[in-house]
């Protein structure tokens, strides 16, 4: 275990060493070398730092442009309306053209095989007769290697969503592959799916591929309207979900499904939607590129990522020993907010390229980043000596007890990250985040607004405190004179780490992502005031006493 806190202590004195050479160059007066040399370095830094700012602003504004795609399809079920109608005379075309007066633009067709492509399609033609699309589900591999081109010229149809949990002809897709050449349809890709075979189609065709989303048939039997509505809108606005494949609600009437369907698309279009058919993202024939034509956009996906991966966390341990070896100011937490939001803008434009902002590839380390450089800034606070003078003292039930309870709060704090975090969100928590929602729109983060800022700003808040009762002292001031206050100060780091975690998701549109930090900071920042009220009133009348650390 010693041996396990060495190590980071290293790294963590490492990162230290880096900054304080960078210190030696930049401050007057500690550099024995000529003012040339000097002068030479600061303004390679600077243009360095200059060049970044214009690729991540070029970048970024490009991104924003490329997101204001606003257009978003929904596609229902044939197989659920032909049970809706329960074969009613006449009464399939009523429910057609409702739901085409609502704005839904395509409805799926299921394809076995028995049959060929042409004769589904004069099967379905009263769909298209009512002005929809079509969605093609095939279920199999209907065709053979030399009837595969006469399984193409089907003008209806605009999208093909396998059915099953595999794609048709999995695993040697090469008959599929050979088809969907010949095809232009789109690929719609339904999140969170597991169907085997299908990201191998995704990144074969990366420029069909619409981000899609659907409840299956066991989520709709349980769930209310309320949910699913909220949980449409938050896929739109948030993961830029454009194509919505709508399955109905098994114990509702179908005046109670058809309500649903219009109060569905009336939301949409009051936030801004237009119902129609969606687009694909990535085709490199539209007028507008992520990314300007230079050697950034040759980088490869890899370098990318390590970037990316690099910058999440060296970047935020830099700014924070910058921050906490200054002399204190209650503008600290604001200035570090806005280093690390530099850092997070910084990785998102290293992110920004249709690949990533479609989820075919993603941010590498999400869980490293998260807690590499907490680790990091706890032995830059606390010191490798200090590390090894605590290990050294004899264990006790309650040391045990409380580095035991702080090891939970640390594994919660890592396994609650991203969508596949193993630890599941309570009722209650569901409910207050339902609420932070309707309220700001988009929500907050907890691990910002409920525990990183709010201790970050009580910290630097302690640490001003002390300082201003030491101005009169002989001695300079050190962070090692804050004592064990130092921990908030760590906690209060959570929040930057989540706060730059938002921006590596490259599927969230950018407005969103700044939307959610913004609120995340000014909530915070109310609730660190009350903090700071509360330790000020406790320090008044004797009920909290804060004393620094003694040599």
């Known amino acids: 275990m010693e041996a396990a806190y060495e190590t980071l202590s290293v790294l963590s004195f ?195 591929v619409v981000r899609g989303h659907s409840l299956n048939e066991t989520e709709m039997s349980v769930q209310t309207p309320a949910y699913v509505l909220a949980r449409y809108r938050r896929a739109a606005r948030e993961r830029g979900i454009r194509f919505f494949y709508i399955r109905f609600f098994p114990g509702l009437s179908i005046e109670q499904n058809l309500h649903f369907a219009k109060t569905m698309t009336q939301v949409f279009s009051s936030d801004g939607f237009v119902l129609g058919s969606a687009k694909t993202r990535y085709s490199p024939s539209r007028p507008f590129r992520p990314e300007p034509s230079c050697v950034v956009q040759d980088l490869s996906v890899f370098v990318r990522q390590g970037l990316a991966l690099l910058s999440a966390c060296v970047l935020p341990v830099v700014f924070f020993r910058v921050m906490v070896h200054r002399l204190p100011s209650l503008w600290s937490p604001v200035c570090l907010t806005g280093l690390n939001v530099f850092t997070a803008l910084f990785i998102a434009s290293l992110l920004s390229r249709p690949d990533f902002m479609l989820g075919i590839n993603t941010f590498r380390g999400v869980k490293i980043a998260l807690a590499l450089p907490l680790v990091l800034a706890f032995c830059q606070m606390y010191g490798l000596s200090e590390i ?102 760590v906690i209060g780091f959570i929040g930057q780490l989540s706060m730059i975690n938002t921006f590596c998701h490259a599927h969230t549109p950018l407005a969103v992502s700044i939307e959610r930090t913004f609120h995340g900071f000014c909530l915070g920042t109310l609730i660190g005031g009350i903090l700071i009220l509360f330790t000020r009133l406790g320090q008044k009348y004797g009920f909290i006493q804060l004393r620094e650390k003694h040599a």
């Not at 739901?99 to 299921?110: A, K, R, T």
């Not at 910290?459 to 001695?475: E, H, I, N, V």
């Open 14 to 208: 490492s990162v230290g060493q880096i900054h304080g050479k960078i210190s030696q160059y930049l401050s007057i007066g500690r550099l024995q070398k000529t003012g040339k040399m000097k002068i030479t370095f600061k303004v390679i830094l600077i243009l360095i730092g200059v060049a970044g700012i214009v690729f991540s602003i070029d970048s970024l504004f490009r991104r924003h442009k490329w997101e204001q795609d606003n257009c978003v399809e929904f596609c229902v079920d044939s197989e659920e309306l032909y049970k809706l109608t329960n074969n009613k005379p006449g009464f399939l075309s009523k429910l057609l053209t409702r739901f085409h007066q609502m704005g839904v633009s395509s409805v799926s067709v299921y394809w076995d095989g028995t049959i060929s492509l042409s004769q589904l399609i004069k099967k379905s033609s009263v769909f298209m007769e009512h002005g929809f699309l079509l969605t093609l589900r095939p279920a199999l591999t209907p065709f053979t290697d030399t009837s595969i081109s006469s399984e193409t010229d089907n003008p209806g149809i605009t999208n093909i969503l396998f059915a099953g949990s595999c794609v048709s002809g999995f695993p040697d897709q090469s008959l599929t592959e050979k088809w969907m050449h010949l095809t232009k349809w789109k690929l719609p890709w339904i999140e969170f799916s597991r169907q085997h075979g299908l990201k191998h189609l995704i990144q074969t065709f990366p420029d069909r």
């Open 388 to 489: 090894r003078s605590f290990l050294k003292k004899p264990v006790t039930f309650g040391l045990l007890l409380a580095w035991g309870g702080m090891g939970i709060v640390f594994l919660v704090y890592l396994f609650r990250s991203g969508h596949n975090g193993f630890i599941a969100v309570s009722g209650w928590e569901h409910g207050l985040r339902d609420l932070l929602e309707s309220f700001f729109g988009v929500r907050p983060r907890f691990k910002e607004f409920l525990i990183g800022h709010p201790f970050l700003w009580l910290g630097f808040y302690l640490m001003f405190d002390q300082w201003k009762r030491k101005q009169s002292a002989s001695d300079a001031f050190c962070i090692r004179d804050f004592g064990h206050l130092r921990i908030f100060l």
